[in-house]
């Protein structure tokens, strides 16, 4: 197996060569989403396939020279579709209409946000961020349908059992971005499991594929339009927690099962039933 790029070389730019296996995978992976990609004999240099160099911290809205400025909106539109149509596939392991939900990383991923609040116009939703910047931003930019929450995702001041749906959306990502007291993306899982309810409740996470982002981050535009959704890519890169992990965790919890694992690239998508 590939390794990992390393969030040090997302921050930095650094973009790894590809082999020419690792080439005709990628290029199998795009035709199978509509593309017919045409390398040139360099097809890994820095000058042909860069993006943004910037960290996830920065405004991505200029990207570099020579870089289609189409290509961020392709791949947004891309991504908010396959993130649409994975949401309606994952509803229907839900049992009952939530009435209260948990969006961890609503505050940033905001079109997401309208459009849980759009498929369920009489729950009452909750979006939380460890950084409160977020939080203001989100608070002046959606309507205030919404309650916002600052809160450290390892230890969130809910009740236990409040939520009868928590959503969270490149979970890992959140685990980086609060306090050391809070960095483990396992400790923030657990977290999520407490708060949600065990009367027929859900937790839907999504964790990011390392191999489809090494092998799509090289195309032009990709990073980009994932942080217009809201989404640092490679956040959250040191992470151990995996969709293995976490099904090895509902061997010591009778009131929860797997309802669902999709694979929409570049996330894998897992779905909790919840009965107490």
């Known amino acids: 197996m590939m390794p990992d790029i390393s969030h040090a070389e997302a921050e930095n730019g650094a973009k790894p ?19 017919s990609p045409k390398f040139g004999a360099s ?6 396939l860069s993006d943004c160099s910037k960290d996830c911290s920065e405004d991505c809205s200029e990207p570099g020279p020579g870089v289609d400025k189409t290509r961020p909106g392709f791949w947004q539109g891309l991504f908010t579709k396959g993130l649409y149509n994975t949401i309606d596939i994952a509803f229907d392991q839900v049992k009952k209409e939530p009435k209260t939900i948990l969006m961890l990383g609503g ?8 459009h849980i609040a759009l498929m369920l116009p009489a729950s009452d939703i909750t979006l939380v961020d460890p950084d409160e910047a977020e939080v203001q931003a989100a608070k ?3 309507c205030c349908r919404f309650k916002f929450v600052t809160a450290h995702p390892a230890a969130l001041p809910f009740e ?6 928590v959503i969270a959306h490149n979970l890992p990502e959140y685990a980086e971005s609060s306090s050391a007291q809070a960095r483990s993306a396992y400790a923030v899982y657990q977290e999520l499991l407490r708060v949600s309810s065990r009367q027929q409740g859900n937790l839907m996470l999504s964790l990011p594929n390392r191999l489809a982002l090494r092998l799509f981050g090289l195309l032009p535009g990709f990073k980009s339009g994932l942080k217009k959704t809201g989404i640092c890519p490679f ?17 010591t919890m009778p009131d929860a099962t797997l309802g669902l694992e999709i694979h929409p690239l570049p996330w894998q998508w897992i779905v909790l039933n919840l009965n107490g």
């Open 160 to 165: 236990t059992g409040q939520f009868d749906l």
């Open 140 to 142: 002046e930019e959606i």
């Open 235 to 251: 956040g959250g890169s040191g992470s151990s927690l995996n969709a293995a992990a976490i099904k090895r965790t509902l061997k």
């Open 17 to 35: 060569a590809l082999s020419q296996q690792e080439m005709a995978a990628l290029a199998a992976s795009l035709e199978k989403i509509g593309l």
């Open 43 to 48: 097809p890994c240099s820095k000058e042909t």
């Open 107 to 114: 505050c940033r991923q905001r079109e997401f946000a309208r």
